[in-house]
């Protein structure tokens, strides 16, 4: 008698996935600037109220620049997939759980700069979200993987693990770092994450490419 075979596994296209990831980053970072309230003081003190609330800008600006990478780095691994399947369709929810959450913390964070024992817990609490994030694109592309997701194309394979190397990996380690300095110093913690959230957005790997092509 042949061997039983276990159950196939089930093939889902991947056009859903991508419009209902793209329409939640979309909403998450539209919710972003929603955050921002308009300064409740008489026109002649705007200009002086508008400069005061620069913490907020700068927590908008990193969570923006933030979700934008999640997002490319999203829609080039799920681009690289022949196709996906149940597991990395719950995987790919709990990445837009955390990205649709971000805008709360970064409203803690820039609410309670200046208040020091509160801007710690907010800087961690921020950075902690960060990191899930980062680790659930981790944990996608690893998925894929050892799923076969990537079809037989190495190439594709070769691309995710140099992202993992180049870009996740140091983002994963740059958030757990700006979490622990966080606790000694908020502004160091807000730091790190600017400077990742640029370094992630703009990968200093592709502009150096880049520039040595046109040199």
């Known amino acids: 008698m042949a061997a039983q075979q276990g159950p196939?596994?089930?093939?889902?296209?991947?056009?859903?996935?991508?419009?209902?990831?793209?329409?939640?980053?979309?909403?998450?970072?539209?919710?972003l600037v929603l955050e921002i309230a308009v300064?409740?003081?008489?026109?002649?003190?705007?200009?002086?109220?508008?400069?005061h609330e620069w913490p907020v800008y700068?927590?908008?600006?990193?969570?923006?620049?933030?979700?934008?990478?999640?997002?490319?780095?999203?829609?080039?691994?799920?681009?690289?997939?022949d196709y996906i399947d149940g597991v990395f369709m719950r995987l790919n929810l709990v990445l837009?759980?955390?990205?649709?959450?971000?805008?709360?913390?970064?409203?803690?964070?820039?609410?309670?700069?200046?208040?020091?024992p509160g801007e710690r817990v907010a800087v961690v609490f921020y950075g902690l979200v960060l990191l899930m994030m980062t680790l659930m694109l981790l944990i996608m592309g690893r998925h894929a993987e050892n799923g076969g997701l990537f079809g037989d194309d190495l190439d594709d394979?070769?691309?995710?693990?140099?992202?993992?190397?180049?870009?996740?990996l140091p983002g994963?380690?740059?958030?757990?770092?700006?979490g622990a300095l966080g606790l000694l110093s908020p502004k160091l913690g807000v730091i790190i994450y600017?400077?990742?959230?640029?370094?992630l957005a703009i990968p200093i790997?592709?502009?150096?490419?880049?520039?040595?092509?046109?040199a």
């Open 8 to 31: 196939a596994k089930i093939k889902h296209k991947k056009n859903r996935l991508e419009a209902f990831s793209d329409g939640v980053f979309a909403i998450a970072i539209t919710l």
């Open 39 to 51: 300064p409740a003081v008489k026109g002649e003190h705007l200009l002086s109220e508008l400069l």
């Open 58 to 81: 700068l927590a908008y600006f990193i969570s923006f620049m933030t979700i934008g990478a999640v997002w490319m780095e999203h829609s080039a691994l799920v681009d690289a997939l």
């Open 96 to 116: 837009l759980l955390f990205c649709a959450f971000l805008p709360f913390p970064t409203r803690i964070m820039s609410e309670f700069a200046g208040d020091v």
């Open 157 to 168: 394979e070769r691309k995710e693990k140099a992202r993992v190397k180049y870009q996740l």
């Open 172 to 178: 994963l380690i740059a958030y757990i770092a700006g």
């Open 194 to 199: 600017l400077l990742i959230a640029i370094y």
């Open 205 to 214: 790997r592709d502009v150096t490419r880049l520039y040595q092509k046109r």
